[in-house]
């Protein structure tokens, strides 16, 4: 059933990227008739090849082509090269995520009115507001399934959420429960419910998580107007003389080269491989990069504020046993500068295996300060702290001068420094995480250092002015009337929530967008 | 409420018994291209690094990553690679042995005769260790460690970590939420 589509077809829209938005993408085009080719870096593992095996499942997934780091952030002295957990794969990063699933909150798409100035921080509004984004919400709640949306019941607790609970009770936090979860607590859309195995980083072996993988990629492939080429890793974008863009070069298994046409291109290769590809797509009429008239791409590059506290009880947890990300306090999510600090925060369960935790729970430590908390692995509990953080025009995804990848490409690198806000932020998060396990009663607790980014967002961001940023409202580019960007690098700001619902979200209205300007002969 | 089985898969008793009944702790034995637990429960051939420097690699391992219910032969695992890296690559080889040959020239100076397994006291060896953890000697075998390590399957129930669940139908009958105490 899946289209096989010809190199030289310029009527195919081509969607570089198979994760949250290029999937979702290309299958909502499919739906209303659209021919697309995915073009996907990564190869396809299908949910039965993952495995409950940390370091294994990281080499089968994770990306881990060459990047460098620089920046005071802390992911750059422990994590030179890795600044970013994300994911090569048909699928994505959807394969990885825990599947939290918030809406953003509606002062969230205008923190620059908001919030105000803030010295050194790049804000500005969303060209789109919460109002004209809830109707794209609710569909991608339907679509993914998510708990406590649509009469879907919340999962059920599971240790580690028991120990946050309880301690978010005696703390007087409110607003703690098992999370919106895009895992299935019932079955649903054809697949099972989720069997609380505790792998859910490593690719859900039931299904029960969505993932494009198995949800919008295989439906739109039996529309018969989607083709998925995995491995397929797009070099550049090519444009005519008029400066539209005309398809892609890209390395094909073989690491030959071979150029798809395009009716349209879809930039969805999260948010250091898209700027890359656009500044690695620079030429004698965009010397630049494309779609960088503002100076934008790379630029502004957010990976939220976070951290996590684990913390030790003298009695058994088993946090691993279950959903990955068991449950949430969202008191600490609002607007509140009575804290020292604009913009919120959620707290979220999580849990490593023992060989993630060796690495992760305080990186480069040793001695027996930190062999004696892993002695206590199966007594500890774990929650990640995830804020909104600074946009900063000099947090930015950029070519490397020297260092080539196996392309022979420009390597990216990500330079990030921590905002006061971001860090003032933090503190007040880790304080409060530790007063969650310490109103159960926990003997030690352990304020971790934030991991590689998960959330990579805001390189090639919205702007209602093609001066302050790259695409418009529906991910279009300023520039290049078909060229899009449809993935988190479209964020104007991050908001506290994580990020895939809205991107999403974002994606199905990108959709009806592109179709209604074909149908109009504009595109 | 159930916990994790924290017995290795090895059983207990036999791997004791195997060992003579002094499963850690006690000091390598070392002869032409081999190092052993005193009891002769496991050796190692290294042909490519000297066997004393093998086994005060383990050591060196075993003080940077403390944990008393493991056994030598996991330390020992953990850092072959290096014996295995430096029989293909010099430089590596030149590495390992320089970086032991100064931890033994710092233990002589802290009073051993013996070198650096020659110091009878972990906060001693610590000690130098403070004084050499950020050379990149240090940094290489730390940061290699800490997966070859805790990537051991079999130790994973050391610390009531269950590993794959999948192939059990998952936690959802087995103590997701079995918590007794909260
Ligand atoms: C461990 C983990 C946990 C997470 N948990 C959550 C969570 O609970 N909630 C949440 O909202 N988010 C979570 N996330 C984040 C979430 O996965 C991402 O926000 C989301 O997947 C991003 O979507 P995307 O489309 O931008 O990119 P991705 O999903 O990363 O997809 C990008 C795809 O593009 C491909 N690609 C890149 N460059 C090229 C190229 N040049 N040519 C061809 N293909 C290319 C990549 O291989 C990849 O498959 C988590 C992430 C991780 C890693
Ligand atoms: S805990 Fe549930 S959602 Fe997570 S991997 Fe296991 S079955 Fe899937």
Not at chain 1, 44 to 56: L, Q, V
Not at chain 2, 117 to 133: C, K, N, Q
């Amino acid at each position: 059933m899946t289209a096989p589509y010809e190199l030289n077809d310029d009527s195919v829209v081509v969607v570089i990227g198979s994760g949250a938005g290029g999937g979702t993408l290309g299958n909502e085009l499919a739906q209303k008739g659209v021919d697309v080719v995915i073009l996907e870096a990564g190869g396809r593992h299908e949910y039965d090849a993952f495995t409950n095996d940390e370091w294994a499942s990281f080499g089968q997934l994770a990306w881990l082509d060459n990047r460098t780091t620089s920046g005071s952030w802390l992911v750059a002295r422990d994590f030179p090269n890795l600044p970013a957990w994300i994911v090569k794969a048909v699928g994505g990063s959807t394969t990885h995520w825990a599947g939290a699933s918030l809406r953003f909150q509606e002062h969230e798409f205008k923190v620059r009115t908001t919030y105000g100035e803030i010295a050194r921080a790049n804000l500005l509004d969303w060209p789109i507001t919460l109002q004209e984004m809830e109707p794209y919400y609710a569909k991608a709640e339907d679509k993914m399934g998510v708990t406590r949306t649509n009469g879907i019941p919340g999962l059920p607790g599971n240790n580690n959420f028991k120990v946050m609970k309880a301690g978010a009770d005696k703390l007087g936090y409110k607003d703690c429960h098992t999370g919106r979860m895009a895992i299935n607590s019932q079955n649903r859309d054809g697949r099972n419910y989720c069997q609380q195995s505790g792998f859910c980083f490593q690719g859900c072996k039931f299904g029960a998580k969505w993932s494009t993988l198995y949800t919008e990629i295989p439906k739109g492939e039996a529309t018969g107007k989607l083709e998925v080429r995995s491995n397929a890793h797009v070099l550049q974008i090519e444009h005519d003389d008029g400066g539209k863009v005309t398809g892609v070069v890209y390395a094909d298994a073989e690491g030959n080269q071979q150029r798809q046409k395009a009716r349209a291109v879809c930039v969805a290769g999260n948010s250091i491989e898209s700027p890359r590809l656009l500044l690695n797509s620079a030429s004698s009429k965009y010397p630049d990069g494309l779609a960088n008239s503002s100076g934008q791409v790379g630029k502004n590059y957010m990976r939220h504020m976070t951290g996590s506290v684990y913390a030790l009880f003298d009695r058994p947890v088993n946090m691993y046993r279950g959903t990955t990300m068991a449950g949430i306090i969202q008191d600490e999510s609002r607007h509140d500068t009575s804290r020292g600090f604009a913009g919120g925060y959620e707290m979220e369960t999580l849990s490593l295996g023992l060989p993630f935790m060796a690495a992760f729970l305080q990186p480069g430590a040793w001695g027996r300060s930190f062999t004696t908390a892993l002695d206590a692995y199966d007594h500890m509990a774990g929650m990640w702290l995830v804020g909104e953080d600074m946009p900063q025009e000099s947090n930015a995804v950029s070519l490397h001068g020297e260092i080539k990848d196996q392309h022979g490409l420009p390597v990216p690198n990500v330079h990030f420094d921590d905002h006061p806000n971001d860090i003032a932020m933090r503190e007040h998060a880790y304080r409060q995480g530790a007063a969650v396990y310490d109103a159960v009663g926990a003997t030690r607790t352990f304020p971790t250092p934030p991991y590689p980014s998960t959330h990579n967002l805001g390189t090639n961001r919205m702007s209602a002015k093609a001066s302050d940023g790259v695409v418009n409202g529906h991910g279009q580019s300023h520039d290049i009337q078909n060229l899009f960007v449809s993935d988190g690098s479209q964020f104007t700001t991050g908001g506290a929530e994580n990020p895939t619902l809205t991107i999403v979200a974002l994606a199905i209205r990108q959709a009806d967008f592109i179709a209604d300007q074909m149908s109009k002969g504009v595109l | 409420m159930k916990t994790a089985d924290k017995r290795p898969k090895l059983s207990r008793r036999g791997f004791l018994a195997a060992s003579g009944g002094a499963a850690v702790g006690v000091a390598l034995v070392t002869s032409a291209g081999v190092v052993s637990s005193p009891t002769g429960a496991w050796a190692m051939e290294v042909t490519a690094l000297k066997p004393e420097t093998m086994a005060t690699l383990i050591q060196f391992a075993r003080d940077i990553y403390p944990h008393d219910q493991i056994a030598d032969r996991y330390y020992a695992k953990a850092v072959k690679g290096h014996e295995e890296q430096a029989a293909k690559d010099e430089a590596h080889k030149a590495i390992i042995e320089e970086g032991i040959a100064e931890l033994d020239r710092l233990a002589a100076e802290a009073g051993s005769t013996d070198g650096y397994r020659g110091l009878g006291w972990e906060a001693d060896r610590t000690a130098i260790l403070h004084s050499i953890s950020t050379t990149p000697f240090f940094q290489t075998i730390r940061g290699n460690l800490v997966v070859s390590l805790y990537n051991q399957k079999e130790i994973w129930p050391l610390f009531g970590f269950e590993g794959e669940s999948a192939d059990k139908g998952g936690y959802i009958t087995r103590g997701f939420d079995d918590i007794d105490w909260i």
